[in-house]
Every structure is written in C-alpha cells, then in structure tokens.
T-cell receptor, first 115, second 116 residues
Framework: KQEVTQIPAALSVPEGENLVLNCSFT??????LQWFRQDPGKGLTSLLL?????REQTSGRLNASLDKSSGRSTLYIAASQPGDSATYLC??????????????FGTGTKLQVIP | AAGVIQSPRHLIKEKRETATLKCYPI?????VYWYQQGPGQDPQFLIS???????DKGSIPDRFSAQQFSDYHSELNMSSLELGDSALYFC???????????????FGPGTRLTVT
C-alpha cells in the first residue's frame, strides 16, 4: 500500500525567503506526482504535475523535482510571499490492482509566510 | 476552460438523514473519482467509476453508494448520516487512457457536508 509523507507538517518563514517542501512515497511504481495548494476550507488548486519520466517541472516561482527511485519529490518556492500561505499537498498516482491509476495524498505541509 | 462541477457546494443535514452529492466531469472525461477530506486531514479516496462501471474502491463506508450515469455525471449517496461524515467531498475527473498510462485528475471545488 502506497504511503505518502510530507515533511515538515508546518512551516513558518519570513516573506522573501526561499523554501523547500518535501514529499516521500513508499512505492516507486508511480505514474505521476502532483502538487496541490489548498486554502483553509477551500478546494484543491493544482500547481504542478510531474510525469514519472520527468525530473522536474517549473511554473513561475515554483519548481518541483521528482526522484522516483528514492521515492522523493520536493517543491521549491522562491521569494515567498504572504499570499503563498496555505497547505501544500503532494499526490502520488500509483497503480491499482487493475493496472490503472490510483491517487494517494500526502499528509500536507501547512505554510505560513510572515510579512 | 470547463472544470469539474459539484453540487451542492454546501449541505447541512441532521444525523440519520440521507444526502446526495453530484459531480459533473469535464466534457469528454470518462472517469470520475470521489474523495473525502475530514477536518485537518488529507483527502482519502472513496470510489471511482469508468464508463458507468466501478473501477476502484477505497475506504467508502457501506452506508455510502455511488454510481455514474450515461452522461458521465456521478452521484454519491450517503445514508444514515453520522457526525463523523462531516467533511469536504471532492470529485475529480480524468480521461482513462490506455491501461498503464498516466493521466491528470482534475478536481472540483468540493461539497462541504455538515452533519448536526
């Protein structure tokens, strides 16, 4: 059974800092890994999707990397802003018994960027 | 671009009542997934459907049932509601693609169910 862990569980940084969020998974047989942002009580906003064959994806100030063999992904946020404050979830798309995709979410990292 | 639509967005029910949540996938998407996210928890997979057939099952209680209709929309039926069913329920859709291929799931805004 796939298990997805995110470290740290919570992070508080001053505005302008660069930061790294970590995601680890136990089963490296994955199709893709996706990073989401979730504001309190709100839905999931997709940030980046990395296919298993890719090493990284970039979007604006965000960069996500994937090391499938070691079961790790990192989300790098450059020049953090107060508006980045949210919970960040990684979601790993593995394989179900039928050979099709099944998504397992990580435990989340709650980020607070202090002005 | 069209997104996944969920209705209602908010729902308040009393214990032992029933609730029906609806999900309308992105046009041409043939697969629907349901997730439950309790307060302070990560989303947990409940069930998925492809072409009106159940394709996978997660931690869905026996009190819940779901189906996918010919127009690909899906409904999650919840009976004998309990206080612990209060959560945010997400629906996602995707193209199923070929077996062994990777595809992105697109998430709806969620339905917040409160059981009192």
């Amino acid at each position: 059974k796939q298990e997805v862990t995110q470290i740290p569980a919570a992070l508080s940084v001053p505005e302008g800092e660069n930061l790294v969020l970590n995601c680890s998974f136990t089963d490296s047989a994955i199709y893709n890994l996706q990073w989401f942002r979730q504001d309190p009580g709100k839905g999931l906003t997709s940030l980046l999707l990395i296919q298993s064959s890719q090493r990284e994806q970039t979007s604006g100030r965000l960069n996500a990397s994937l090391d499938k063999s070691s079961g790790r992904s990192t989300l790098y946020i450059a020049a953090s802003q107060p508006g980045d404050s949210a919970t960040y979830l990684c979601a790993v798309a593995g394989v179900n018994s039928g050979g099709y995709q099944k998504v397992t979410f990580g435990t989340g990292t709650k980020l607070q960027v202090i002005p | 671009a069209a997104g996944v639509i969920q209705s209602p967005r908010h729902l308040i029910k009393e214990k032992r009542e029933t609730a029906t949540l609806k999900c309308y996938p992105i046009p041409r998407h043939d697969t629907v997934y349901w997730y439950q996210q309790g307060p302070g928890q990560d989303p947990q997979f409940l069930i998925s459907f492809y072409e009106k057939m159940q394709s996978d099952k997660g931690s869905i209680p026996d009190r819940f049932s779901a189906q996918q209709f010919s127009d690909y929309h899906s409904e999650l039926n919840m009976s004998s509601l309990e206080l612990g069913d209060s959560a945010l329920y997400f629906c996602a859709s995707s193209l199923r693609g070929m077996r062994g291929t990777s595809y992105e799931q697109y998430f709806g805004p969620g339905t917040r169910l409160t059981v009192t």
